[in-house]
């Protein structure tokens, strides 16, 4: 089955750059999506098709695509952003979606 | 309001059934794809299954296909999932969740806050 890996964790201090990314053979013909969890809450989509943000979503979150990678980036991370991210997408059919392996993301 | 809820989680012996249910309000439910994820204890987020806005298509992850069915009926602005042959593995907070829709650059993306399935003996 098809899977998109990312790396378990990143740590930042406040004011640095997160850089998360995502690993997958189908990323190249569709859309990334990236959710923002903190504990306790549902998912919060933060990323739609790859690289546009939702309203309200700050301007500091930021989507990129390359070939097989898709990458969330988190320029001057606030302590507020500590949560857990996750890709989203789907496989070549699109009919089956996958979340990606989660990444921790620790700003201290 | 817009929202999505959750009901029908519980604890139950390993080898039952179990269905969950998702109420829809605040949008017009039968114009979107919808979703449930689940989330074991500590662990990631899993998709689980889809159904189209008009129910024609479904499809399942690999790990509950032939044991799980998503169901929906849009003249109630319900969601529905029929869990049978239920494992330890199936433990998780189940979330009901609208497919993405992007119109006029507005993006549609909605969330319940889940119910929890717990298969013990």
């Known amino acids: 089955s098809y899977e998109l890996t990312q790396p378990p964790s990143v740590s930042v201090s406040p004011g640095q750059t997160a850089r998360i990314t995502c690993s997958g053979d189908?990323?190249?013909?569709?859309?990334a999506y990236w959710y923002q969890q903190k504990s306790g809450q549902a998912p919060v989509l933060v990323i739609y098709?790859?690289?546009k943000r939702p309203s309200g979503i700050p301007e500091r979150f930021f989507g990129s695509t390359s070939g097989t990678m898709a990458t969330l980036t988190i320029s001057g991370a606030q302590v507020e952003d500590e949560a857990d991210y996750y890709c989203?997408?789907?496989?070549?059919?699109?009919?089956?979606?996958?979340f990606g392996t989660g990444t921790k993301v620790t700003v201290l | 309001q817009v929202q999505l809820v959750e009901s029908g989680g519980g604890v139950v012996q390993p080898g039952r059934s179990l269905r969950l249910s998702c109420a829809a309000s605040?949008?017009?439910?039968?114009?979107?794809?919808m979703h449930w994820v689940r989330q074991a204890p500590g662990k990631g987020l899993e998709w689980v299954a889809v159904?189209?806005?008009?129910?024609?298509?479904?499809y399942y992850a690999d790990s509950v296909k032939g044991r799980f069915t998503i169901s929906r009926d849009n003249s109630k602005n319900t969601l529905d999932l029929q869990m049978n042959s239920l494992r330890a593995e199936d433990t998780a907070l189940y979330y009901c969740?609208?497919?993405?829709?992007?119109?006029?650059?507005?993006?549609?993306?909605?969330w319940g806050q889940g119910t929890m399935v717990t298969v013990s003996s």
């Open positions: 098709e790859d690289t």
């Open positions: 969740a609208t497919n993405i829709v992007v119109v006029g650059g507005n993006v549609f993306d909605l």
């Open positions: 159904i189209w806005y008009d129910g024609r298509n479904k």
């Open positions: 605040g949008f017009a439910f039968d114009s979107y794809g």
């Open positions: 189908a990323l190249p013909k569709k859309s």
């Open positions: 989203y997408s789907t496989d070549s059919s699109g009919n089956s979606y996958v």
